[in-house]
């Protein structure tokens, strides 16, 4: 009796798990086909944007604007997990990597990766996944140029095949990756934000990307690892975004075994395209997921004039979402606004924000969440 009891108990256990695989627990993000499973749930996924969120030295700042992100359904935020200095800012500035011209020394104190702990372990607590990024093309909070003296190169182009830049940029990632290897707040590792090689072969970056995902890949076998580009270089009309000049082969890129899925951006203004161009950059890029059978992110986008934010920004969101069985999987806005509660101050305004609680919120959030269901 009793032993029939335990038997039927084990059992009933063994037919319930499959169908509630996480057992009410959070689990690891994956790919499904040309989707996101996140919690055991395959669907389309919105989220925004905060280089910013790291560098806060609050936790309850932290906190309760993860806590808006929970509340207003958003499930992917994208952070820089990088943050390269080149003379120590001092205690009281949050810094992740100091060059000096010998090499490289990783911050783990209260002023370095405690502070990318602390959104981790928020980001746990409200169920965000993020994607964490490791280095960036461009010079704010350092970027590749500031591996340059302590790695003998002067240009981000020849960053890619340094030995000595890879060796410092690999260690860099071993370390932010073994913090949070096992945590189910890592949605990806992200490789760089918006890496270009202007005028190089795309062999250069192609060549990059493979050995980088698969050096992630053997420290982590479980989270997801995509490239952070811009999305440039694959067939369309011919206009700059689509040429290869900046170095990169979308299609050859993505289609590389470690690259979970596609990311692109959006900015018409920066880019001497429309704004309603933006609608066939997103189902250009759709299409090639579609064939590789790996999702797609719309990873930024922004238009820096206010009144356009919600009218231009709300049209490409329905174009991504209606391509959600042509290849579309998600999209994050550029970038996310609040009011850190300990200043009082608000967070930085680069013409692109949306603030939580303002209409246009409202619009690229509340409305786009209600819309995916
Ligand atoms: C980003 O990369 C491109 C191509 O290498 C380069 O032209 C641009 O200057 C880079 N940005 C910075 C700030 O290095
Ligand atoms: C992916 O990376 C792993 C770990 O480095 C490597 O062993 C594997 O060969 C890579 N996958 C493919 C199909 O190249």
Not at 49 to 64: A, C, E, K, Q, R
Not at 277 to 299: D, M, R, V
Request: glycine residues 10%; hydrophobic residues 35%; proline residues 2%.
């Amino acid at each position: 009796m009793k032993l029939a009891f335990l038997l039927s108990v084990l059992i009933t256990a063994a037919i319930a798990l499959p169908s509630n695989p996480n057992n009410g627990r959070a689990s690891i993000s994956k790919v499904d086909g040309t989707k996101f499973n996140i919690d055991g749930v395959t669907k389309y996924y919105a989220g925004t944007n905060s280089y910013w969120i790291p560098f806060l030295t609050n936790d309850g700042d932290v906190d309760t604007i993860m806590s808006h992100l929970q509340t207003s359904g958003h499930k992917i935020l994208r952070i820089w997990g990088f943050n390269d200095v080149k003379s120590n800012p001092g205690s009281g500035t949050v810094y992740f990597q100091l060059f000096s011209s010998s090499g490289a020394t990783i911050n783990t104190g209260a002023n370095g990766l405690q502070r990318l702990d602390a959104v981790v372990k928020a980001a746990e607590k409200y169920g965000i996944r993020l994607i964490i990024n490791f280095v960036n093309n461009w010079t704010d909070f350092g970027g590749m140029a500031a591996y340059f003296s302590a790695c003998g190169v002067n240009s981000n182009e020849q960053w890619y095949a340094a030995t000595r830049c890879q060796t410092i940029y690999q260690n860099y990632i071993k370390a932010v990756v073994a913090r949070y290897r096992t945590s189910t707040a890592i949605f990806a590792w992200e490789l760089a934000n918006e890496p270009r090689c202007k005028g190089c072969q795309t062999s250069v970056l192609t060549s990059w990307i493979r050995k980088t995902s698969d050096y992630i890949k053997s420290l982590d076998t479980d989270h997801m690892i995509t490239v952070g580009d811009e999305g440039f270089g694959l067939a369309g009309d011919g206009s700059y975004p689509y040429q290869f000049s900046e170095g990169i082969d979308w299609a050859a890129n993505l289609a590389l075994p470690n690259i979970s899925f596609g990311t692109f951006h959006l900015y018409p203004s920066g880019w001497g395209v429309s704004n309603s161009w933006g609608n066939s950059w997103i189902t250009s890029h759709a299409k090639i997921c579609k064939q590789l059978n790996k999702p797609c992110l719309f990873e930024e986008y922004g238009v820096t004039t206010e009144a356009q934010h919600c009218s231009v920004e709300s049209e490409w969101q329905k174009t991504s979402l209606g391509a959600k069985e042509e290849g579309m999987a998600g999209d994050l806005f550029w970038q996310l606004g609040d009011t850190v509660k300990s200043s009082g101050q608000k967070t930085h305004n680069d013409g692109h924000t949306i603030y939580y609680g303002s209409s246009d919120w409202k619009c690229l959030v509340d409305e786009h969440v209600k819309r995916i269901g």
